[in-house]
Each structure stands twice: as C-alpha cells, then as structure tokens.
C-alpha cells in the first residue's frame, strides 16, 4: 500500500505491514509468530534492539548477535553505535522491540546502518509507531526530532499491549486528540501561503481520528479490558503514523500543541508521557481557536489525562514561561501559537481564562 503525495506527483510512498497477533493468551506464543513472520520475509540476520519489557516478546528472534538492551538514556550517539554494530555484525535488519524511546532508537539505528527496520511496540503509548520520525535526545540531552526510516512491519503482540499500564494507553489517546488541532494548524499555515496540504494526508490523519474517537468519552479502565479497543488504538495510531509517512513530515498530527509539549521538555525536563503533554497543549490550542475549553478538559479529565497546569506539576508562572518558550521548539512551523504570537501580558490572560481557578 502506498500513496501519491498531491504536491509530489511521481513519488509513491510505501507503507508498513501491520500484523497483529491475538491468537492467544501467551505472550510466548507472540515470540513465536514474530520470529515466523521474520523468516516468511526472508530476514536471516536480524539485529535485535529491545527494552526490558521486550525482551520476552524478542526471545524466539535469532541472529547475528544476542539482543541488545536498549537504556533509557540512550541518546543519538547511542543509536548510531547500535547502527555500527549493526552493520558490522552482518545484520539484515534491525527489530526494535519495546517502548516509544526504544523504536525511535532502533529507527535511528536503522537508518544510520542503511537496513530494513520492524518495529514491535510493547505499549500504544504515541503515534510515532510507523513514522519516518525519530525523537532523540541530542549530546545535551535535548530531544530532538530527526529524520529516519519507517519500518516495512509493525508487530503488535495484544497479549503484551494488555499488561502494559493503562497511563501508557491513555497517553496514546492524547497523541491522537492532537489529530484534528494539527490539521487546523497545518490549513492556517497553507491560508498564509506558508506550505501546501498533501489531501491523502490529510485524509489519513482524519481517518485516525475517527477511528479511535468513540472511545474518547469511555473510561479508560472499562476500554483496558475490551479486546477491541486496542485493535482500533492500534489503528488509529498506524494511520497517523502513515500520515506522516505520505506527506514526508509530522504536520498530519503535529501542531502548536505538540510544541508545548516540547517546551515541557526543554524548560522542565518533561512532565509526563508524550501522549499526555500533548493532551494537555490540546487545551491551549482549543483556547486560542476560541472552542469550549471547558468541555474539552472534562474530556481529558474523564481519560486520566492532564487538564490543569498542576496536572503536570506547573505554577502559573511555570505555565507563562511555557506558552512563551513554545515557538521557539519548532522554527519555520506555523501554528495557532504563532499566529496568535502571545507576549507575556497576552499568554497570561489566556491562561486566566482557560484556568480561572
């Protein structure tokens, strides 16, 4: 499966496979089928970058080199060492097997060491699953957003996403209700002639959302224990990813509300998952297109999600110096934020109205 971007006639753009196992309980018998649908795809030698939550799923996987152990902290460094290794070892591709930080690693490695890439999330925790994005932290420790690859298969093991913590699955929600804001940002900067809308992007960040937006008023302890839910939070977050994909940056779900995730980042070290300072920008962003930001908090208050600068920890003070640190993230991006292009006086009267109390 592929698409045509609309600004780029002749390019085609292949998508990942996505395979998801519910074939049983055990989370060995996923092993199994992932170590068979790497030999169906004639991969002989495959490099295996996995986090302690993926090493079961990794177990049945043989090549060149026993797993290795993906580190927090692993930085860009960090990565094209592993892509080094790699290389050296004879590898044929690289299967990252773990959480978000461990793919965007194994993305990195794979793309420095010129193979294939298979990703195997071990949680839905953000949309970054099949994206030709990585986010890494730099020599400084600074997450950075870096061009790599996207995997020519996704593995989904339902049988590891239901021991994963439910924080982790509402934080991929909150990726996803960044979806409808990115593109409303991504349709300003095209109204200012800044950029041009790929329409199959478009439509596939559209689709996402309306995949998974169902589910967005549920409890997320009732959604934790239906089956379903996770084939649809699989593919809502499979789509978004392919968004990216086809329009070749991360503008289908990645608007003003992500660079106040990132401001969380650099200012504060983070405050939370991804997915869930995301949400929480969502707020912002609803605010400055002048939406009901009350009913949207009650949105993320009902998913777990942070809905109040306190929610991460955040004074007024640290939230003003956020708002105004937020531009700055992502130069040449055009968003709600830079439109609105808050001073001080500005960025705190929003937050009064958003958060009176």
């Not at 998508?15 to 991969?43: N, T």
């Not at 097997?97 to 890439?117: M, P």
């Not at 994963?164 to 509402?170: H, K, L």
């Not at 392919?242 to 992500?258: D, F, K, L, N, Q």
Request: with cysteine.
């Amino acid at each position: 499966m592929g698409c045509h971007g609309g600004s780029r006639p002749h390019f085609v753009v292949e998508f990942p496979e996505v395979v998801v196992f519910d074939g049983s309980d055990h989370e060995s018998d996923a092993a199994e089928e992932l170590a068979r649908q790497l030999e169906a795809r004639e991969i002989e030698a495959p490099f295996v970058v996995a986090s302690i939550h993926g090493e079961k799923l990794a177990a049945k996987v043989k090549g060149p080199r026993p797993p290795q152990r993906h580190l927090a902290s692993s930085d860009q460094e960090a990565a094209a060492e592993l892509g080094s290794r790699a290389k050296k070892a004879g590898a044929d591709a690289v299967i990252a097997v773990g959480g978000g930080r461990c793919l965007d690693i194994g993305k990195l490695a794979a793309a420095r060491a010129g193979l294939t890439l298979v990703a195997v999330p071990t949680q839905l925790s953000h949309d970054g699953i099949c994206s030709p994005v990585a986010v890494v932290p730099d020599d400084g420790g600074k997450p950075e957003s870096v061009g790599a690859i996207a995997p020519i298969l996704v593995f989904v093991s339902l049988p590891t996403l239901v021991t994963a913590p439910v924080q982790s699955m509402t934080a991929g929600l909150g990726d996803l209700l960044a979806n409808p804001l990115a593109l409303r940002d991504w349709a300003l900067a095209a109204q200012r002639g800044l950029e041009d809308v790929d329409q199959r992007a478009w439509d596939l960040s559209v689709d996402s959302f309306q995949a998974i937006e169902p589910d967005l008023d549920t409890d997320p302890g009732v959604s934790a224990n239906e089956p379903g839910f996770y084939h649809r939070l699989v593919d809502a977050l499979v789509l978004s990813g392919m968004a990216m994909i086809c329009s070749g940056t991360s503008r289908p779900a990645s608007g003003g509300e992500h660079e106040i995730s990132h401001a969380l980042d650099e200012l504060h070290g983070g405050r939370a998952m991804h997915g869930a300072q995301v949400a929480f920008g969502c707020v912002v962003s609803v605010g400055l297109y002048g939406e009901d930001t009350d009913a949207f908090r009650g949105r993320l208050r009902r998913l777990q999600l942070p809905q109040h600068p306190t929610d991460l920890g955040l004074d007024r003070e640290g939230l003003l110096e956020v708002l105004l640190h937020a531009p700055q993230t992502r130069p040449g991006r055009f968003t709600i934020l830079e439109e609105a292009d808050l001073d001080e006086p500005a960025a705190g009267a929003l937050i009064r109205k958003i958060w009176p109390d």
